[in-house]
């Protein structure tokens, strides 16, 4: 065979083998980035698994639930005498009804919906 032919044939063969070789790379390494991102995942979720256990095993203690419940819903035993401190920063600044609308002092959320729909 002549050299010109030879190198058309090993032209072809590595062509051959490029191809051959290049889609499976290429589906390896987007594969290999998904499972990074799915390993980052199941990380990310292991530890918030690992956080609700111990949740759940601080709210399994009956004095951390009535805990829970005096803070959260400021709950008092029998004979108690609840206070609330009420700080100015903490007081929610007096929302003005859109123009318009007048909120009629000491009326009910329904009649308040009615005259809305009403137009009156």
């Not at 990310?44 to 803070?71: F, M, T």
């Amino acid at each position: 065979m002549s050299t010109t032919r030879r190198a058309a044939v090993v032209a072809i063969v590595v062509c051959a083998l490029a191809f051959t070789i290049a889609v499976p790379l290429r589906t390896y390494l987007s594969q290999r980035t998904e499972v990074r991102e799915q390993q980052a995942q199941q990380a990310q979720l292991q530890q918030e698994v690992a956080q609700l256990q111990g949740r759940k095993a601080e709210l399994s203690d009956p004095a951390q639930i009535e805990a829970e419940a005096r803070r959260r819903l400021r709950y008092v035993k029998p004979g108690e005498t609840p206070y609330i401190v009420q700080l100015p920063e903490d007081k929610a600044p007096d929302a003005a009804p859109p123009a318009g609308q007048q909120q009629l002092p000491g009326s009910s959320w329904y009649d308040n919906l009615w005259n809305q729909v009403s137009g009156g």
